[in-house]
């Protein structure tokens, strides 16, 4: 086909967009590969019909590096042929698409095989970035397929595309997988997505699986539920009695970081005994309990403690509960983990400002013209783990600063924080 098409000399023109597709028709199958690949390098959009009808080859290399293409050219005309390559009959293939549909839609790099097939083990504060926007139905229903599938590959996927996706759409089909038996990892990605979205009302009726046997799941389940506790007015109640009754320490620490991450009220004598655990764990979930409930009573007994911790993760969480018992002085151990930078730190605290956005961040902004360039820089994009309107104003105001660098961290963290408030706006009830 391309010796008709005539070769590619430094006497005759290169071949156009139009050109390739006709190569991507009608060529050898080592001249389709080309063809994919040359469209995708020239993001040719007015090529992405021909792409589309080529997921039809007969030749699972052709489709392959089709879907690559199609995945590479940034332009909504992709989507429904995306959707379509899910549920391609090449097993690679199908794992290509869903690699692609993740950066596409994450506007990240393509990820790697093993990032992607490889179960959700933990959720840090937001594991994942915020689709830029909302998942086409062709492939909102590919996936529907794959975790109808009954192949516990295709269903773990799908299960976390949920979540990674934010595919509110798919909370029945998932709450419907709890009700059968599933493998474990299957499990566990599926309560990481529902817990991920805050899928309350499949949530709500999921609360029996807050005594898996399984401690692993347990945990998972735990951590999903108190993402609702909210909508979920009994969790705390059934928790409660879960750690009073369990007599495992295992499961019974499991229970306790659950009451922990909802503030449980009845449990703040066993988080002030938790202040002196020898154990870090307890001592860290015993502050980051009280902090959230935030009774000016127990500061005193959290004060002691913070001058005898030398666990800097402790301490974080010690300054996060005195701040949000009245000690306002406290911020200053904010601007320390902003100072330092520590990743771990600052997801540690990324998790407070998701929950509490529009008290901890007005603090840190008034810092803003004391610190240096790194730390400011720091402190706008820790503002994008905010799931608070109220606090773009303390963006805005930087979108014009001189430093670029600044201004665009602050134009990302505004967007973020936009996108996630319309998101869960439009999650179904």
Not at 197 to 207: T, V
Not at 258 to 273: C, D, E, K, N, S
Not at 309 to 320: K, N, Q, S, T, Y
Not at 324 to 338: A, K, N, S, W
């Amino acid at each position: 086909m391309l010796s008709v098409l005539g070769p590619v000399t430094a006497q005759n023109p290169p071949l156009t967009a139009t050109d390739w597709q006709q190569v991507l028709q009608s060529g050898s199958v080592e001249e389709k590969i080309q063809a994919a690949q040359t469209l995708a390098d020239l993001q040719a959009i007015e090529a992405v019909p021909a792409l589309g009808a080529a997921l039809d080859d007969r030749e699972p290399k052709v489709r392959f590096h089709v879907i690559r293409a199609l995945g590479s050219i940034q332009d909504p005309a992709v989507e429904p042929f995306l959707g379509k390559a899910l549920l391609d009959t090449d097993r690679d293939n199908r794992v290509e698409a869903y690699r692609y549909i993740l950066a596409y839609y994450l506007g990240m790099p393509v990820p790697t095989v093993l990032q992607q097939v490889f179960p959700v083990l933990f959720r840090p504060p937001r594991a994942e970035r915020v689709p830029w926007k909302r998942v086409h139905p062709a492939i909102v229903e590919g996936f529907r397929r794959w975790v109808q599938s009954k192949d516990s590959r295709w269903t773990l996927m799908a299960v976390q595309a949920v979540g990674r996706l934010w595919l509110f759409e798919l909370t029945p089909d998932l709450a419907q997988l709890l009700s059968e038996p599933q493998p474990k990892d299957v499990v566990l990605g599926t309560f990481w997505s529902l817990g991920q979205i805050r899928a309350c009302s499949a949530l709500g009726r999921l609360l029996s699986w807050g005594q898996a046997s399984d401690s692993d799941v347990l945990e998972r389940a735990v951590w999903a539920l108190a993402q609702c506790h909210r909508e979920i007015p009994a969790l705390g109640d059934v928790l409660w009695k879960a750690y009073s009754d369990e007599k495992k320490p295992e499961r019974r620490s499991i229970y306790f970081r659950g009451l922990a991450y909802i503030g449980y009220a009845p449990a703040a004598p066993v988080f002030l005994q938790g202040l002196t655990s020898p154990s870090a764990e307890v001592r860290r979930y015993a502050a980051e309990g009280l902090g959230r409930l935030g009774k000016p009573e127990n500061a005193e007994a959290v004060g002691r403690a913070f001058l005898q911790e030398e666990d800097p993760a402790i301490r974080l969480a010690m300054d996060f509960a005195l701040f949000r018992m009245g000690r306002l002085d406290h911020d200053v151990g904010f601007v320390r983990t902003l100072q330092q930078g520590d990743a771990t730190r600052m997801a540690q605290l990324a998790s407070y400002v998701t929950e509490y956005a529009f008290d901890i961040l007005p603090a840190l902004f008034r810092y803003m013209d004391r610190l240096d360039a790194g730390t400011q820089r720091r402190l706008v994009r820790l503002a994008a783990y905010a799931e608070d309107l109220a606090v773009l104003p303390l963006l805005e105001k930087y979108l014009d600063h001189p430093d670029g660098s600044l201004a665009a961290a602050a134009f990302e963290a505004i967007k973020e924080i936009r996108q996630v408030a319309r998101f869960r706006s439009a999650a179904p009830e």
